[in-house]
């Protein structure tokens, strides 16, 4: 079992940046797939970003495309999301997420039933 903690939430104006870390410990070794996704009051949880762990690949979802990146540290065990040209739209919790099943494909990558270790969540706030 992985174990993820979150940190580096808060708020900020729209044009500003984030960065968020996600540490995480426990069967590390076994971790396949680590992503981001943010639940907006109301609304269902949703896909953001993800990275291969050992490759590096990454996917996003278009609305992120070229203002989030997700970075990694594996020998620290840190996942990172940079967020930069926030937008009030990005309001959301943001949760960390870690597949240790096994290889995914990059649709499976961005569904939440996939993911196995969640962290406990941090809140961004953007305002207008």
């Known amino acids: 079992q992985v174990q993820l903690v979150e940190s580096g939430g808060g708020l900020v104006h729209a044009g500003g940046s984030l960065r968020l870390s996600c540490a995480a410990s426990g069967r590390t070794f076994s971790i396949y797939d680590m992503g981001w996704f943010r639940q907006a009051p109301g609304k269902d949880r949703e896909f953001v970003i993800t990275v291969r762990w050992n490759s590096g690949w990454t996917y996003c979802t278009d609305s992120v495309k070229g203002r989030f990146t997700i970075s990694r540290d594996n020998a620290k065990n840190t996942l990172y999301l940079q967020m930069n040209n926030l937008k009030p739209e990005d309001t959301a919790v943001y949760y960390c997420?870690?597949?240790?099943?096994?290889?995914?494909?990059?649709?499976?990558?961005?569904?939440?039933?996939?993911?196995?270790?969640w962290g406990q969540g941090t809140q961004v706030t953007v305002s207008s």
């Open positions: 997420a870690a597949n240790t099943h096994g290889l995914i494909s990059v649709a499976q990558a961005m569904d939440v039933t996939k993911y196995d270790g």
